[in-house]
Protein backbone atom coordinates (compact mmCIF):
# COMPACT_ATOMS: atom_id res chain seq x y z
CA UNK A 1 0.00 0.00 0.00
CA UNK A 2 2.77 2.21 0.92
CA UNK A 3 4.90 1.20 -2.10
CA UNK A 4 1.36 2.36 -4.05
CA UNK A 5 0.86 5.11 -2.62
CA UNK A 6 4.51 6.32 -3.15
CA UNK A 7 4.45 5.27 -7.00
CA UNK A 8 0.55 7.64 -6.96
CA UNK A 9 2.33 10.39 -5.69
CA UNK A 10 5.53 10.53 -7.68
CA UNK A 11 3.42 10.26 -10.86
CA UNK A 12 1.26 13.10 -9.92
CA UNK A 13 4.32 15.24 -9.28
CA UNK A 14 5.53 14.27 -12.41
CA UNK A 15 1.59 15.20 -14.37
CA UNK A 16 1.84 18.48 -12.35
CA UNK A 17 5.65 18.95 -13.94
CA UNK A 18 4.68 18.25 -17.02
CA UNK A 19 1.53 20.54 -17.55
CA UNK A 20 3.64 23.58 -15.95
CA UNK A 21 6.35 22.37 -18.76
CA UNK A 22 3.66 22.48 -21.41
CA UNK A 23 2.05 26.03 -20.39
CA UNK A 24 3.21 29.23 -22.25
CA UNK A 25 6.23 30.30 -20.86
CA UNK A 26 5.53 33.16 -18.18
CA UNK A 27 7.72 35.68 -20.47
CA UNK A 28 6.35 39.03 -18.86
CA UNK A 29 8.35 37.76 -15.87
CA UNK A 30 11.77 37.49 -16.81
CA UNK A 31 11.37 40.86 -18.52
CA UNK A 32 10.43 42.44 -15.77
CA UNK A 33 14.00 41.13 -14.61
CA UNK A 34 15.45 43.31 -17.35
CA UNK A 35 16.71 40.13 -19.47
CA UNK A 36 15.17 38.03 -21.63
CA UNK A 37 14.34 34.30 -21.35
CA UNK A 38 16.90 31.53 -22.01
CA UNK A 39 16.72 29.82 -24.87
CA UNK A 40 17.30 25.95 -25.36
CA UNK A 41 20.73 25.07 -25.14
CA UNK A 42 22.17 23.58 -28.68
CA UNK A 43 21.70 19.37 -27.80
CA UNK A 44 25.07 17.52 -29.07
CA UNK A 45 26.87 14.76 -26.95
CA UNK A 46 30.08 17.41 -26.43
CA UNK A 47 27.63 19.93 -25.46
CA UNK A 48 26.13 17.67 -22.60
CA UNK A 49 29.01 15.64 -21.61
CA UNK A 50 31.59 18.23 -21.41
CA UNK A 51 30.10 21.71 -22.28
CA UNK A 52 27.25 23.78 -20.30
CA UNK A 53 23.70 22.49 -21.16
CA UNK A 54 22.82 21.19 -17.64
CA UNK A 55 23.32 24.68 -16.41
CA UNK A 56 22.12 26.24 -19.51
CA UNK A 57 18.93 23.82 -19.91
CA UNK A 58 18.26 24.68 -15.86
CA UNK A 59 17.74 28.40 -17.05
CA UNK A 60 16.02 27.51 -19.96
CA UNK A 61 13.16 25.41 -18.11
CA UNK A 62 13.75 28.20 -15.71
CA UNK A 63 12.87 30.74 -17.57
CA UNK A 64 9.92 29.17 -19.61
CA UNK A 65 8.05 27.48 -16.94
CA UNK A 66 4.06 28.55 -17.40
CA UNK A 67 3.03 30.77 -14.55
CA UNK A 68 6.82 31.50 -13.63
CA UNK A 69 5.34 34.87 -11.79
CA UNK A 70 3.00 33.30 -9.83
CA UNK A 71 5.08 30.64 -8.77
CA UNK A 72 7.55 33.02 -7.52
CA UNK A 73 5.25 34.22 -5.30
CA UNK A 74 3.84 31.25 -3.79
CA UNK A 75 7.42 29.54 -3.30
CA UNK A 76 8.15 33.09 -1.15
CA UNK A 77 4.89 32.97 0.54
CA UNK A 78 5.61 29.17 1.74
CA UNK A 79 8.49 30.19 2.54
CA UNK A 80 7.59 33.29 4.97
CA UNK A 81 5.07 30.57 6.61
CA UNK A 82 8.14 28.29 7.22
CA UNK A 83 10.32 31.65 8.73
CA UNK A 84 12.80 32.32 5.87
CA UNK A 85 12.97 33.60 2.41
CA UNK A 86 13.78 31.11 -0.51
CA UNK A 87 14.57 33.46 -3.02
CA UNK A 88 18.00 33.75 -1.51
CA UNK A 89 18.58 36.86 0.31
CA UNK A 90 18.67 38.08 3.65
CA UNK A 91 16.39 39.12 5.38
CA UNK A 92 16.60 42.17 8.23
CA UNK A 93 20.41 42.39 8.02
CA UNK A 94 21.10 44.92 10.84
CA UNK A 95 23.96 43.23 12.58
CA UNK A 96 27.48 43.49 11.50
CA UNK A 97 27.49 41.72 8.09
CA UNK A 98 32.01 41.31 7.67
CA UNK A 99 32.73 41.35 4.14
CA UNK A 100 30.53 39.07 2.98
CA UNK A 101 27.39 36.14 2.40
CA UNK A 102 27.12 33.25 0.89
CA UNK A 103 23.47 34.02 0.65
CA UNK A 104 23.90 36.80 -1.20
CA UNK A 105 25.91 35.36 -4.08
CA UNK A 106 22.46 36.10 -6.10
CA UNK A 107 19.34 37.45 -4.66
CA UNK A 108 18.14 40.59 -2.96
CA UNK A 109 19.39 42.07 0.31
CA UNK A 110 16.67 43.66 2.72
CA UNK A 111 17.94 46.27 5.37
CA UNK A 112 17.14 49.66 6.61
CA UNK A 113 13.70 49.78 5.60
CA UNK A 114 14.64 49.00 1.80
CA UNK A 115 15.55 45.86 -1.07
CA UNK A 116 18.45 45.52 -2.73
CA UNK A 117 19.59 43.85 -5.59
CA UNK A 118 23.11 42.78 -5.04
CA UNK A 119 25.26 43.20 -8.09
CA UNK A 120 28.00 40.77 -9.46
CA UNK A 121 30.30 41.66 -11.79
CA UNK A 122 30.17 39.39 -15.05
CA UNK A 123 33.99 39.68 -16.60
CA UNK A 124 32.84 38.17 -20.07
CA UNK A 125 29.80 39.96 -19.98
CA UNK A 126 31.43 43.14 -19.48
CA UNK A 127 34.05 42.82 -22.25
CA UNK A 128 30.73 42.29 -24.63
CA UNK A 129 28.94 45.49 -23.13
CA UNK A 130 32.18 47.26 -23.78
CA UNK A 131 32.46 46.05 -27.50
CA UNK A 132 28.99 46.80 -27.92
CA UNK A 133 29.60 50.46 -27.11
CA UNK A 134 32.47 50.66 -29.20
CA UNK A 135 30.86 48.95 -32.15
CA UNK A 136 28.37 52.01 -31.94
CA UNK A 137 31.42 54.59 -32.05
CA UNK A 138 32.82 52.78 -35.07
CA UNK A 139 29.56 52.60 -37.09
CA UNK A 140 27.57 55.42 -36.27
CA UNK A 141 28.03 58.85 -38.79
CA UNK A 142 30.53 60.90 -37.85
CA UNK A 143 27.78 64.09 -37.42
CA UNK A 144 26.13 62.09 -34.63
CA UNK A 145 27.26 63.00 -30.86
CA UNK A 146 27.54 59.44 -29.11
CA UNK A 147 27.26 58.90 -25.05
CA UNK A 148 27.40 56.21 -22.94
CA UNK A 149 25.89 56.48 -18.98
CA UNK A 150 26.13 53.19 -16.89
CA UNK A 151 23.74 54.13 -13.50
CA UNK A 152 24.65 52.38 -10.59
CA UNK A 153 22.05 51.04 -8.08
CA UNK A 154 21.27 52.31 -4.07
CA UNK A 155 23.35 48.99 -2.86
CA UNK A 156 26.14 51.12 -4.32
CA UNK A 157 25.87 53.94 -1.31
CA UNK A 158 24.77 52.06 1.43
CA UNK A 159 26.55 51.38 3.95
CA UNK A 160 29.77 49.24 3.77
CA UNK A 161 28.39 46.30 5.86
CA UNK A 162 26.01 45.94 3.24
CA UNK A 163 27.93 47.52 0.21
CA UNK A 164 30.46 45.19 0.88
CA UNK A 165 28.19 42.13 0.03
CA UNK A 166 28.24 43.51 -3.71
CA UNK A 167 30.85 43.73 -6.18
CA UNK A 168 32.14 47.38 -6.67
CA UNK A 169 29.62 49.47 -9.27
CA UNK A 170 32.24 51.83 -9.57
CA UNK A 171 34.82 49.75 -10.39
CA UNK A 172 32.87 48.15 -13.79
CA UNK A 173 31.90 51.41 -14.53
CA UNK A 174 35.21 52.54 -14.58
CA UNK A 175 36.71 49.90 -16.42
CA UNK A 176 34.20 50.17 -19.35
CA UNK A 177 34.24 53.61 -19.81
CA UNK A 178 38.09 53.23 -19.53
CA UNK A 179 38.27 50.87 -22.69
CA UNK A 180 35.51 52.92 -24.38
CA UNK A 181 36.30 54.40 -27.75
CA UNK A 182 37.52 58.07 -27.80
CA UNK A 183 34.67 59.47 -30.01
CA UNK A 184 31.97 58.28 -26.58
CA UNK A 185 31.05 60.96 -23.77
CA UNK A 186 30.94 58.43 -21.44
CA UNK A 187 28.33 60.41 -18.41
CA UNK A 188 29.63 60.47 -14.99
CA UNK A 189 26.05 59.50 -13.41
CA UNK A 190 27.72 57.98 -10.64
CA UNK A 191 29.02 61.01 -9.16
CA UNK A 192 25.80 62.96 -9.41
CA UNK A 193 23.91 60.47 -7.89
CA UNK A 194 26.44 59.58 -4.72
CA UNK A 195 26.51 63.91 -4.45
CA UNK A 196 22.40 63.23 -3.72
CA UNK A 197 22.62 59.55 -1.68
CA UNK A 198 20.86 60.77 1.16
CA UNK A 199 17.98 62.16 -0.69
CA UNK A 200 15.19 60.23 -1.79
CA UNK A 201 16.75 59.14 -5.57
CA UNK A 202 15.91 55.58 -5.27
CA UNK A 203 12.84 53.26 -4.79
CA UNK A 204 12.89 51.51 -1.14
CA UNK A 205 10.77 48.60 -2.59
CA UNK A 206 11.86 49.07 -6.50
CA UNK A 207 15.32 48.31 -8.40
CA UNK A 208 14.95 51.74 -10.26
CA UNK A 209 15.88 55.19 -9.69
CA UNK A 210 13.01 57.75 -8.98
CA UNK A 211 12.40 60.90 -10.78
CA UNK A 212 14.99 62.92 -8.81
CA UNK A 213 17.87 60.40 -9.45
CA UNK A 214 17.07 60.60 -13.35
CA UNK A 215 16.86 64.29 -12.99
CA UNK A 216 20.13 64.95 -11.13
CA UNK A 217 21.76 62.47 -13.80
CA UNK A 218 20.13 64.32 -17.04
CA UNK A 219 22.16 67.65 -15.70
CA UNK A 220 25.04 65.66 -15.86
CA UNK A 221 24.60 64.86 -19.13
CA UNK A 222 22.96 67.96 -19.99
CA UNK A 223 26.63 69.68 -19.45
CA UNK A 224 27.91 66.79 -22.08
CA UNK A 225 25.35 67.26 -24.72
CA UNK A 226 25.38 70.98 -24.01
CA UNK A 227 21.75 71.63 -23.83
CA UNK A 228 19.73 74.08 -21.19
CA UNK A 229 18.37 72.25 -18.48
CA UNK A 230 15.16 73.93 -16.95
CA UNK A 231 15.66 74.22 -13.39
CA UNK A 232 13.42 70.62 -11.40
CA UNK A 233 11.92 74.15 -9.35
CA UNK A 234 10.16 75.41 -12.26
CA UNK A 235 8.28 72.18 -12.85
CA UNK A 236 4.73 71.06 -11.09
CA UNK A 237 5.48 68.36 -8.67
CA UNK A 238 3.05 65.36 -8.79
CA UNK A 239 2.73 62.61 -6.17
CA UNK A 240 1.31 59.42 -6.28
CA UNK A 241 1.19 57.13 -2.78
CA UNK A 242 1.35 53.20 -2.53
CA UNK A 243 3.71 52.47 -4.87
CA UNK A 244 5.08 48.29 -4.01
CA UNK A 245 7.78 47.85 -6.85
CA UNK A 246 9.10 44.50 -8.63
CA UNK A 247 11.76 43.95 -5.60
CA UNK A 248 8.94 43.87 -3.24
CA UNK A 249 6.93 41.10 -5.62
CA UNK A 250 9.74 39.19 -5.52
CA UNK A 251 10.58 39.35 -1.86
CA UNK A 252 7.70 39.18 -0.11
CA UNK A 253 9.02 41.35 2.37
CA UNK A 254 5.95 41.84 4.90
CA UNK A 255 7.38 44.42 6.90
CA UNK A 256 7.60 46.87 4.41
CA UNK A 257 3.74 46.52 3.08
CA UNK A 258 2.83 48.88 5.40
CA UNK A 259 5.65 51.68 3.96
CA UNK A 260 5.08 51.75 0.60
CA UNK A 261 7.38 54.53 -1.91
CA UNK A 262 5.76 57.45 -3.60
CA UNK A 263 6.53 58.25 -7.35
CA UNK A 264 6.75 61.37 -8.00
CA UNK A 265 6.86 62.85 -11.63
CA UNK A 266 7.19 66.36 -12.84
CA UNK A 267 5.36 68.80 -14.89
CA UNK A 268 4.72 71.91 -16.84
CA UNK A 269 1.26 71.31 -17.79
CA UNK A 270 2.50 69.30 -20.82
CA UNK A 271 1.25 65.38 -20.82
CA UNK A 272 3.24 64.85 -24.24
CA UNK A 273 1.42 62.35 -26.67
CA UNK A 274 3.84 59.54 -27.32
CA UNK A 275 4.10 57.48 -30.89
CA UNK A 276 4.52 54.14 -30.38
CA UNK A 277 5.40 51.21 -32.80
CA UNK A 278 5.71 47.68 -32.33
CA UNK A 279 6.76 44.06 -34.70
CA UNK A 280 4.75 41.22 -34.82
CA UNK A 281 4.83 38.70 -36.86
CA UNK A 282 6.99 40.81 -39.48
CA UNK A 283 4.23 43.60 -39.55
CA UNK A 284 4.57 47.17 -38.12
CA UNK A 285 2.10 47.97 -35.47
CA UNK A 286 1.78 51.82 -34.76
CA UNK A 287 -0.07 52.69 -31.41
CA UNK A 288 -0.12 56.05 -29.04
CA UNK A 289 0.70 56.48 -25.37
CA UNK A 290 1.47 58.83 -22.86
CA UNK A 291 4.61 60.53 -21.48
CA UNK A 292 2.82 59.92 -18.09
CA UNK A 293 0.20 56.92 -17.88
CA UNK A 294 -1.36 58.22 -14.61
CA UNK A 295 -3.53 55.49 -13.12
CA UNK A 296 -6.97 56.37 -12.07
CA UNK A 297 -8.01 56.69 -8.48
CA UNK A 298 -8.69 52.56 -7.45
CA UNK A 299 -5.54 51.32 -9.69
CA UNK A 300 -2.37 50.15 -8.44
CA UNK A 301 0.47 52.47 -8.61
CA UNK A 302 3.15 51.27 -11.14
CA UNK A 303 6.84 52.08 -12.62
CA UNK A 304 4.99 51.82 -15.60
CA UNK A 305 3.32 55.79 -15.35
CA UNK A 306 6.40 56.75 -17.08
CA UNK A 307 5.59 55.84 -20.65
CA UNK A 308 3.30 53.16 -20.17
CA UNK A 309 6.00 50.90 -19.74
CA UNK A 310 8.67 49.52 -22.12
CA UNK A 311 8.08 49.53 -25.52
CA UNK A 312 9.80 48.97 -28.60
CA UNK A 313 9.82 52.21 -30.26
CA UNK A 314 8.66 55.36 -28.97
CA UNK A 315 8.94 58.48 -30.64
CA UNK A 316 8.37 62.06 -28.74
CA UNK A 317 7.92 65.61 -30.68
CA UNK A 318 8.60 68.40 -27.82
CA UNK A 319 8.22 71.87 -27.63
CA UNK A 320 11.54 72.49 -28.37
CA UNK A 321 13.12 74.48 -31.23
CA UNK A 322 16.69 73.16 -31.59
CA UNK A 323 17.61 71.17 -34.83
CA UNK A 324 18.89 68.22 -31.90
CA UNK A 325 17.03 65.16 -32.27
CA UNK A 326 18.25 62.27 -29.33
CA UNK A 327 18.03 58.27 -29.81
CA UNK A 328 17.83 56.88 -26.42
CA UNK A 329 19.04 53.01 -26.56
CA UNK A 330 17.90 51.64 -23.49
CA UNK A 331 16.61 49.50 -20.68
CA UNK A 332 13.23 50.59 -18.56
CA UNK A 333 16.02 52.72 -15.77
CA UNK A 334 15.34 55.31 -19.07
CA UNK A 335 12.02 55.24 -18.88
CA UNK A 336 12.13 58.12 -15.51
CA UNK A 337 14.62 59.40 -17.38
CA UNK A 338 13.72 60.41 -20.82
CA UNK A 339 11.06 62.89 -19.75
CA UNK A 340 13.46 65.09 -18.50
CA UNK A 341 14.61 65.02 -22.31
CA UNK A 342 11.64 66.52 -23.31
CA UNK A 343 12.42 70.25 -22.70
CA UNK A 344 15.82 70.15 -24.18
CA UNK A 345 15.50 67.85 -27.52
CA UNK A 346 12.98 68.97 -30.51
CA UNK A 347 12.42 65.03 -30.67
CA UNK A 348 13.33 61.79 -28.17
CA UNK A 349 13.28 58.75 -30.08
CA UNK A 350 13.66 55.67 -27.69
CA UNK A 351 14.02 51.98 -28.42
CA UNK A 352 14.07 49.21 -25.89
CA UNK A 353 16.57 46.55 -27.72
CA UNK A 354 14.33 43.08 -25.75
CA UNK A 355 11.65 43.77 -27.89
CA UNK A 356 12.72 46.06 -30.97
CA UNK A 357 11.76 44.41 -34.21
CA UNK A 358 13.53 47.30 -37.06
CA UNK A 359 16.89 48.04 -38.27
CA UNK A 360 18.35 51.22 -35.90
CA UNK A 361 20.30 52.15 -38.76
CA UNK A 362 16.47 52.88 -40.64
CA UNK A 363 15.21 54.86 -37.13
CA UNK A 364 18.62 56.87 -37.52
CA UNK A 365 17.70 57.67 -40.90
CA UNK A 366 13.77 58.22 -40.37
CA UNK A 367 14.05 60.57 -37.73
CA UNK A 368 17.17 62.18 -38.54
CA UNK A 369 19.04 61.78 -35.03
CA UNK A 370 21.80 64.09 -34.21
CA UNK A 371 22.50 62.17 -30.64
CA UNK A 372 22.56 58.78 -29.92
CA UNK A 373 22.64 58.09 -25.87
CA UNK A 374 23.22 54.72 -24.71
CA UNK A 375 22.01 54.19 -21.10
CA UNK A 376 21.55 50.87 -19.04
CA UNK A 377 21.83 50.67 -14.71
CA UNK A 378 24.92 48.49 -14.23
CA UNK A 379 23.35 45.20 -13.78
CA UNK A 380 22.76 44.98 -17.54
CA UNK A 381 26.41 44.90 -18.13
CA UNK A 382 25.78 41.04 -16.88
CA UNK A 383 23.10 40.21 -19.09
CA UNK A 384 25.12 38.52 -22.35
CA UNK A 385 21.79 37.95 -23.99
CA UNK A 386 20.54 41.86 -23.52
CA UNK A 387 24.17 43.45 -24.50
CA UNK A 388 23.82 41.23 -27.62
CA UNK A 389 20.66 42.15 -28.53
CA UNK A 390 21.95 45.96 -28.06
CA UNK A 391 24.67 45.84 -30.85
CA UNK A 392 22.38 43.09 -33.39
CA UNK A 393 19.72 45.37 -34.00
CA UNK A 394 22.03 48.19 -35.98
CA UNK A 395 21.77 46.24 -39.17
Excluded at 177 to 185: K, L, Q
Excluded at 288 to 299: A, R, S
Aim: charged fraction near 25%.
Amino acid sequence: MKNRLTILAFVFMLAVFALFIALPGDEASVLKENRIPASMPSVSLQNIFLGSFPSEFEDYLSDNVGMRGKLINISNKIGDLKGFKSYGYISNANADLGTGSADADKGLLVADGKIMEIFKEKPKAREKYIDMINFYAEKLPENIRLYSMLIPTQIEFQQKKYSSLADSQKKTIYEIYSAANARIDCIDAYSALESHKNEYIYFRTDHHWTTLGAYYAFCEFAKSADVGVTDISEYDEQKLEGFLGYLYNQAQASELKNTPDDIYYYTKGENFEVDARAWENGEIINYKTKLFVVPTVGEEVKYSIFLGGDHPLLSIDTDVNNSRRILVLKDSYANAFIPWLTGSFERVVAVDPRSFGGDLGEVIEEYNITDVLLINYTFTTTFEDIIELEKGIYK
